[in-house]
């Protein structure tokens, strides 16, 4: 579970699951997360849970870094997850219009592009955290094949929609933001809704995501 | 409709509603966003009387130009600001830290800030605005908070629905003490770092980049050089966290922070100087000092005191 508790700045707990990524180590972030924030301990304000590491934020007028170490190192983990995953499918459109980095994927990968859109949409993905911007899901795994760094210079300006690949993961941008992944492609779905306060992400750590290939009719009829 | 009500003739270059901001949420990508300069947001409440957690107005560099209608109100600003109320027959050239009474078509002007970006502004009453998770606090990148997510623009109003009663004049002496050192602790990633590079980092001094916002402030210096790897296996951040990406330019992280990032983390600010750090303006220097965290944490409960005891002047 937890391979060592360290201090991030004087107001969080840096908790380190093991350097590699995959579902297993995840899933014990995730049963941390959920039972901590059932738990409600006094003086935490902030949990992020991401790949294999979980940061726990406490604020310092309550509390400090040794009260709750000693209590999240004495914690029981329950194993048992009540919480149900959904499968979700995200329409995504690959016009040249919308697929900003195409060109440079079929270079860096040495593929076709009918072959990048074969690998891509051929595969459920697993949805490992959500963050960066409002409700961005981080999803994997992407074929050995399909690995990629990020641009070398990020983009000021990432559309909104827009649908990035980068190492063994791909992202959704909920927001115009700026970013440095592979654009593949885009949604006219909507990922974020802040008017939804108890429930603004469709996609949630440890759901399960399609994407499905739509044309580019579709895509700009698909909010009329 | 509100009778009390501000009209905005010029808008400022970066005017939102701030509060306490928003906890809980970093799971979702939501920051906790809330008022940069902590102890001059809750200055500014105090001295009109309010909670201390009401909504004020944040404002960056260049504030608003406001004019008043309604029934008498009480204003105060906060940080380091030059302002002036104009009556119908005089002009007041305004102090910081020092209540003033508004009367119906008054207007005031808040110039700018004196060598420092963040200044606050408080009415005696209440703001109508709408809340998202218990905060109005906006949050522009996610368009999150009251007024839709955005910055206050020209030609808006801004309702005041109730007005206290209790309309005496405060005032204190404060003054914001200007800090280029700034305090941190070391980062996870410290050992990514050459030791040519850290040496930079704590001896060398940095300037505030003009790209710097409530997201993050941009450094510019020398260039502290990785020697394991730019990219880390992304994961949480939070504000006061020091990044440095390929190009060896520091970002810290404010309070509209990204939740995630892949950048290597070569420090942390502490707790106690976060207020001073926002504060510190585009082109001027800053150097890093670093110090344990048994240190940052007697440091932080002396600027709590510092503040507890400010408020209870008033």
């Known amino acids: 579970m937890i391979k060592n508790i360290s201090n991030l700045g004087d107001a969080a707990l840096y908790c380190d699951f ?7 180590i ?27 590491k979980l940061i726990i934020s406490y604020d310092l007028k309550l509390t400090n870094f040794k009260e709750i170490k000693d209590k999240v190192e004495n914690l029981e983990i329950k194993e048992t997850q009540k919480i149900v995953n959904k499968k979700i499918e995200i329409p995504v459109c690959c016009d040249d219009s919308l697929s900003l980095d195409m060109e440079r994927l079929k ?12 690998n891509f949409f051929d595969k459920e993905y697993f949805c490992y955290m ?32 827009s649908v990035g690949i980068t190492e063994q993961f791909a992202d959704i941008y909920t927001f115009e933001s700026p970013g440095g992944w592979n654009i593949i492609g885009n949604t006219p779905l909507e990922v974020f809704d802040s008017s939804k306060e108890k429930e603004p992400n469709l996609i949630n750590p440890g759901d399960t995501v399609i994407f499905k290939q739509i044309a580019i009719e579709e895509y700009k009829n698909f909010n009329e | 409709m509100s009778n009390n009500y501000f009209e905005i003739i010029r808008a400022g270059v970066n005017t939102t509603f701030q509060d306490k901001g928003r906890n809980n949420l970093y799971h979702i990508g939501i920051p906790f966003s809330g008022s940069m300069d902590n102890r001059n947001y809750l200055l500014a409440n105090k001295l009109v009387g309010n909670k201390l957690d009401l909504p004020v107005i944040e404002f960056a560099y260049q504030g608003p130009l406001l004019k008043y209608s309604g029934d008498k109100i009480n204003i105060a600003i906060t940080g380091d600001v030059i302002f002036e109320i104009r009556k119908k027959d005089n002009k007041i050239e305004g102090n910081c830290y020092e209540s003033y009474q508004l009367e119906n078509g008054d207007e ?48 808006q109003k801004i309702n005041i ?31 990514y770092f050459s030791e040519e590079g850290i040496k930079n980092f704590f001896e060398k001094e940095f300037t505030v980049s003009k790209l710097s916002d409530r997201m993050g402030m941009r450094l510019e210096g020398p260039k502290i050089e990785n020697i394991v790897s730019p990219n880390i296996k992304s994961e949480g951040l939070l504000k006061g966290v ?35 750090l926002v504060q510190i303006s585009s082109g001027s220097k800053i150097k890093f000092k670093e110090i344990e965290l048994s240190d940052a944490v007697t440091l932080f409960k002396l600027y709590e005191m510092e503040t507890q005891n400010l408020i209870s002047q008033i």
Not at chain 1, 18 to 24: L, Q, W
Not at chain 2, 248 to 273: C, E, F, Q, R
């Open chain 1, 18 to 24: 093991g350097g590699e990524v995959n579902k297993t």
């Open chain 1, 26 to 52: 995840n899933s014990d972030v995730i049963k941390y997360f959920n039972t901590i924030k059932e738990k409600n301990i006094k003086g935490i304000n902030n949990l992020t849970p991401s790949y294999n």
């Open chain 1, 107 to 118: 270079e860096k990968l040495n593929l076709s592009k009918e072959k990048i859109i074969g």
């Open chain 1, 130 to 161: 959500t963050g960066f911007i409002a409700g961005m899901p981080f999803l994997g795994d992407l074929d050995k094949n399909m690995r990629v760094q990020r641009l070398e210079t990020p983009r000021v300006k990432v559309p909104k929609g």
């Open chain 2, 108 to 155: 005031i002007d808040i110039l700018s800030t004196n060598k420092s970006v963040y200044g606050y502004f408080a009415v005696s009453g209440e703001f109508n605005l709408k809340l998202q998770w218990g905060s109005c606090s906006i949050n522009t990148k996610a368009n999150i908070g009251s007024n839709e997510g955005k910055k206050l623009d020209e030609g």
């Open chain 2, 161 to 191: 629905s109730k007005l206290n009663l209790n309309q005496e004049k405060k005032k204190i002496n404060y003054f914001n003490s200007k800090v280029e050192n700034i305090r941190v602790i070391k980062g996870t990633n410290f050992n």
């Open chain 2, 242 to 276: 020091i990044q440095v990406p390929p190009d060896g330019n520091p970002i810290i992280m404010l309070s509209d922070h990204g939740t995630i990032g892949g950048y290597p983390k070569i420090g942390v600010v502490v707790s106690a100087d976060y207020d001073r």
